[in-house]
């Protein structure tokens, strides 16, 4: 699954801990530019207003194993006993197609896609601080304070391990929501 076929679209990994904001700049940045956001696979049953095939690929657990095996995924991993992983043939098709093509993933799963896709483009969203960081998860008012120090920790991870990887080679600060849009758009449409 390491070979790229030869394509003339490009391939952007967007990656950002919890509370950084990369989920709202992915969907500006579809909003404003050609670039198309690829559609992930889960076993994980559909939620109330979510499309299959639109919000993911609803898959059963056979069916995504037999994906793993058969080596037709860019990235996968389990998530609260579900399985996500992004599918590669409708990727490496709009790559064919001259598309650019945009994953929004965590960072570990960027790694299998910078593994399996060489000529993939890393872009990390971070916040400005650790504190900044601390009290977007605490104004969500999603998790407890448990639950807000792992995704910290996890955050602490994620920005050491992009950084260390050398496969992110632009970082946005997302400190001015507009500034950091425009950033990503002009990153994705210039390169």
Known sequence: MTEESNHSGKLFVISGPSGSGKGTLTRAL???????LSVSSTTRGAGPNEVDG????????????????AGD???YAVVFD??????AGPVKKLLAEGKTVVLEIDVQGGLQVFENM???CGVLIVPPSEKELHRRLVSRGRDEAKVIEKRLEKARWEIETAHSSGKYLFEIVNDDLETAI???VNIVTGS
């Open 73 to 75: 995924l860019l990235e």
């Open 30 to 36: 579809i909003e404003r530019s050609n670039a198309v």
């Open 118 to 120: 060489p000529s993939a």
């Open 182 to 184: 425009n950033e990503l």
């Open 82 to 87: 579900n399985y996500y992983g992004t599918p």
């Open 54 to 69: 639109t919000d993911y690929f609803f898959v059963t657990k056979e069916e995504f194993e037999s994906k793993i095996a």
